[in-house]
């Protein structure tokens, strides 16, 4: 068989190019734990003398550092005055935790994911799940970060107000409870806009439920909410208004009977709200980063988790849309409709 060079040499690039930036991810995640891009936000410009000294490290290294940052788009450099500084688009992605293109935590994920290649190996020979507990930590603290953002843009701006009556409901007060959790972003972010409201927050995982109540004592909220390690699938009988699962079901090794959970735990004109990581129904329509980045967590950490609990599903990340509504039908909803879908989330609204 011939080898069309042309093609050849097309996909050499673009495969050096996921080597460059496989490189760059590093030192990204480099900067962001030594906190060097929002000391050069709020210092820039700045030269690398000064980077080094306020950032307590080493001059050659930060040097070597900014180097890359630069080659790679990360950090403008000014070659007359020798400085650097974060454009506000830069800052936006990497220096600004609060911006909903914060990326920076994200790397994270992908160091995690090759802390545990060798585990993911195995898991591949033997057809044996991983528990989301035994993932490097670095995971679970780096899915928080990165869906933080997201959350804080859209949840209370955009995806509770598509879901008809629910915003209402909150403003005079309800009881809402949020299955997986994890570090209680999306619960506090609740909690914080409906003052009226009580939140319950459950997950599986015991470090992330113990980082949440800290978040919420810290943030004067513990009285209106709290947080429950325990299975999705018992939930207390509390009579909801809003049960809410978010970037989480696709993770159940038996989604429908924690779905049923949720629906048998709300009130009878109470209403379930799933985000889902965004996909198409078909693998032909699921091509791009996205959709990429979203099928190698799934493949490591997503299905592995719902291959352990050894259910009767392996939804994966990228489920789309049909099969998540045939799991809530099956859960016992009969209505399900797509209210939102965004670049990166589906967000799906169940009445029973």
């Keep these: 068989m011939s080898i069309h060079e042309p093609t050849l040499q097309f996909l050499f690039g673009k495969m050096f190019d996921e080597l460059s930036a496989s490189y760059g991810g590093v030192m990204i995640s480099i900067g962001y734990r030594l906190g060097l891009y929002e000391l050069i936000a709020k210092a820039g410009p700045v030269s690398c003398d000064e980077i080094a000294a306020r950032a307590g490290c080493a001059e050659r290294y930060i040097r070597e550092w900014l180097g890359s940052q630069v080659a790679g788009g990360c950090v403008a450099y000014d070659p007359a005055s020798q400085t650097y500084r974060l454009m506000p688009e830069q800052a936006a992605i990497l220096a600004d935790p609060a911006s909903p293109t914060y990326l920076a935590p994200a790397w994270q994920c992908v160091a995690a994911l090759w802390a545990g290649e060798e585990r993911t190996l195995e898991a591949f020979r033997t057809g044996a799940g991983v528990p989301w507990g035994e993932q490097d930590q670095r995971m679970i603290c780096g899915s928080a970060a990165f869906y933080r953002g ?4 859209n949840l209370i701006a955009e995806w509770l107000p598509a879901l008809p009556g629910v915003v209402e409901k909150l403003n005079a007060g309800a009881v809402v409870a949020d299955i997986g959790c994890g570090h209680g972003y999306s619960t506090l972010l609740m909690a914080e806009a409906f003052p009226n409201s009580h939140f319950i927050g459950i997950d599986a995982d015991v470090g992330s439920i113990a980082v949440a109540r800290q978040l919420a004592a810290e943030r004067g909220l513990a009285e209106r909410v709290s947080f429950s390690v325990r299975d999705a699938r018992d939930l207390p009988d509390a009579g909801f208004d809003l049960v809410c699962f978010f970037d989480c079901l696709h993770d159940m090794g038996d989604p429908v009977a924690a779905a049923e959970a949720g629906r048998l735990a709300l009130k009878t004109d109470g209403a379930l709200l799933l985000v889902e990581p965004f996909a198409r129904d078909r693998l032909e329509d699921n091509v791009g980063p996205v959709s990429r980045a979203f099928y190698a967590a799934s493949t490591a950490v997503c299905s592995a988790h719902a291959i352990s609990e050894r259910g009767s ?6 489920a789309g849309f049909s099969a998540l509504r045939a799991v809530l039908e099956e859960a016992g909803f009969g209505k399900v409709t797509l209210a939102v879908e965004t670049p990166f989330n589906l ?6």
Excluded: E, K, M, N
């Design 150 to 153: 997201g959350y804080a843009a």
């Design 347 to 352: 967000i799906i609204d169940a009445r029973a």
């Design 313 to 318: 599903h392996v939804l994966g990340a990228q």
